[in-house]
């Protein structure tokens, strides 16, 4: 079975309620999303909610390339950073 491709944009949330979330791209394009049950949110590269997003927050949003409505993963601030720090 081939996985379809996903494919991630780039916005500001300008709301969140439940499970929708919507933001504008750079272009002032509002866009907007229910986020998936099993969406992987994050923030700083930790576990979170989409309740935890707030206004204005810079967001990398993840989309099925055939349904770009559906959110499966949202992420803001730095992602993760693995190993040791110097």
Known sequence: MTKTPETT???KVV????????TTCSQGQQHC?????DAKVTCDGKASKA????????????CHKDDKSVA?????????????KA
């Open 15 to 22: 709301s969140v309620a439940g499970d929708k979330l919507t």
């Open 33 to 37: 999303h229910t986020v998936a049950k």
């Open 72 to 84: 499966t993963a949202v992420a803001s601030g730095k992602p993760a950073t693995t190993g040791h």
């Open 9 to 11: 944009h780039e916005g």
């Open 51 to 62: 309740a935890d997003l707030k206004t204005g927050t810079e967001v990398r949003v993840t």
